[in-house]
């Protein structure tokens, strides 16, 4: 029996486990990866004290902290239910069951499919969603990047440094990043934009070779050599069935962090905390820390 069990080990669960390591808190923590969407982001540049870091490096330095404590950790873990049973809370993975007293959500989300022809036949034989982990492999090729967010700006601008052309498919009328990620993509003279533009089909022999692409009400082919969907994320929250979620699938929580079930928080992307920001997330981890302790202090 735990005083607490984090789900999760990228920003926000890490950050949550070292404050409540400091605590001295008994605490176990059940992840599928470390790192979360930290590790696959490319270029960081506001996160407070690092002027300049990439994803891996920032998710590194976390993993590095919080393994400075004697924090029990199971990996390649996959949750499959989490329920409340008594004073206990219940954790069910693929590979065993786990009690605590508390819990603590922070297992962030995914990335969204595009759900068209040829997606699931080409992933990994050209079709990715991670530009951090992939982009080396499309060295002096054409590419499209799915999406108009910040997520597609940052794995177009990785791909700025690599591929030969990258197309950016867009089906809202304009980019919706950062101001200075669409300065960037605006200044390059190897991307190309297409706003108002729909993916009907990914094809290709063994491996990518094009997509179908829908605007001004024509369709046309475009060939490219590599494809990286980056149309949003799905909170990683349907274990979690007894606990109040919004429409988007997101864990709704309070300024405490606390869940409709008692002794059950939630912190980072997961949640209906608006922004979703490595910085935000970390902070937002060790508020969910800090609340447990205080829960705990009172039962």
């Not at 992840?31 to 690092?50: K, W």
């Not at 068209?116 to 990047?145: H, I, M, Q, W």
């Amino acid at each position: 029996m735990y005083d607490l069990i984090i789900i999760g080990a990228g920003p926000a669960g890490i950050t949550a486990a070292v404050y409540a390591a400091r605590k001295r808190m008994s605490l176990l923590v059940i992840t599928r990866d470390i790192g979360g969407q930290a590790a696959i982001s490319g270029d960081i540049e506001n996160y407070t004290g690092y002027q300049f870091i990439t994803g891996p490096e920032l998710a590194a330095k976390f993993e590095e902290h919080m393994r400075r404590f004697d924090i029990a950790l199971r990996e390649n873990e996959e949750i499959v239910e989490l329920k409340k049973t008594g004073d206990k809370i219940l954790v069910k993975t693929n590979k065993g069951a786990y009690e605590a007293r508390t819990a603590i959500i922070a297992s962030g989300k995914r990335s969204r499919e595009l759900n068209v022809p040829g997606e699931k036949e080409f992933r990994n034989k050209g079709l990715t969603y991670c530009a951090t982990c992939d982009a080396p492999l499309f060295s002096a090729k054409a590419v499209a990047v799915i999406g108009g967010g910040n997520s597609a700006l940052d794995a177009a601008l990785q791909l700025i440094k690599i591929a030969k052309h990258t197309y950016i498919i867009n089906i809202a009328s304009s980019l919706t990043g950062d101001a200075i990620m669409r300065e960037k993509i605006n200044e390059s003279e190897i991307v190309t934009v297409f706003n108002n533009t729909q993916v009907t089909a990914i094809f290709g022999d063994k491996f990518v070779t094009g997509i179908k692409i829908k605007r001004e009400g024509k369709e046309e082919d475009l060939s490219v050599e590599g494809v990286f969907i980056e149309i949003g994320l799905i909170p990683n929250s349907e274990f979690t069935q007894e606990i109040e979620r919004n429409q988007l699938g997101e864990i709704k929580v309070n300024c405490r962090n606390e869940t409709n079930i008692p002794g059950v928080f939630a912190a980072g992307d997961v949640t209906d905390v608006p922004e979703k920001q490595i910085i935000i997330a970390a902070g937002e981890g060790s508020k969910a820390a800090l609340s447990v302790f205080r829960y705990l202090s009172r039962a």
